[in-house]
């Protein structure tokens, strides 16, 4: 992660913040990774994994709650950002040649190509799968004078290990992400908290997880899963 990239992130959050949105927000992806320092503090954590990614996403839980109404693409444009367009359906990308921004809502009902409007922000969303994984916990962060809402590292680093099955080039790296984050928490004294998180989740994610866990070799990991008391 080059340190200009990780300012303009800084800087769109605080943009965010002022503009009153940050709190209807919750940071999803690998960008997650450098705010979760507080929390492992004290205990070796994966800060050292390079962040490779452009991308910084942005989940809308409940699109219809957002208040106020701010144009994101006019908020950023004066810091490079330009407004483009994915594939036909016309998903709307906040791009800049060191991060791109997009916005995600939890899939609900049928797949769809079509994206999710938020006229209150000027942008749309994109419908995934699995994301209520990664909204049903969360943790407030401190960066600065304001607070950050990302999934909670155990929510987090189960999505990794559920979604590498359906992204082949970025298989490896989730899954070695969620494994880090994973053994991190179980050095905080945090596997009652992996196990309690795990079994509250769709029976056959579970066993997605546990597939893929067994295929790496994570005997550390499974062994979590063993007792479910």
């Known amino acids: 992660m080059e340190k200009k990239q990780y300012e303009l992130c800084l800087e769109v959050l605080r943009r965010f913040h002022k503009a009153g949105i940050l709190d209807d927000l919750i940071l999803v992806g690998s960008w997650c990774i450098p705010f979760y320092k507080n929390y492992f503090s004290g205990v070796t954590y994966i800060d050292h994994i390079a962040i490779r990614t452009r991308g910084l996403d942005f989940l809308i839980n409940y699109p219809s709650k957002i208040k106020r109404e701010v144009d994101i693409p006019s908020l950023l444009k004066d810091l490079g950002f330009v407004t483009s367009f994915k594939n036909m359906e016309g998903y709307i990308k906040i791009d800049h040649p060191d991060l791109f921004i997009e916005f995600l809502v939890p899939e609900k009902g049928k797949e769809t190509d079509k994206p999710h409007p938020i006229p209150k922000l000027g942008v749309n969303a994109t419908a995934l799968r699995y994301l209520n994984l990664l909204s049903d916990k969360t943790i407030r962060e401190k960066v600065e004078d304001f607070y950050l809402t990302v999934p909670h590292p155990v929510n987090f680093a189960l999505h990794k290990l559920l979604i590498s099955g359906r992204r082949r080039q970025k298989a490896q790296?989730?899954?070695?992400?969620?494994?880090?984050?994973?053994?991190?928490?179980?050095?905080?004294?945090?596997?009652?908290?992996?196990?309690?998180?795990?079994?509250?989740?769709?029976?056959?994610?579970?066993?997605?997880?546990?597939?893929?866990?067994?295929?790496?070799?994570?005997?550390?990991?499974?062994?979590?899963?063993?007792?479910?008391?």
């Open 173 to 229: 790296k989730d899954q070695s992400t969620a494994i880090e984050i994973l053994k991190a928490l179980i050095k905080k004294s945090e596997s009652d908290l992996i196990r309690d998180v795990f079994y509250t989740i769709h029976k056959k994610w579970q066993t997605n997880i546990i597939r893929t866990l067994e295929a790496m070799k994570e005997k550390e990991i499974l062994a979590v899963f063993e007792n479910k008391e």
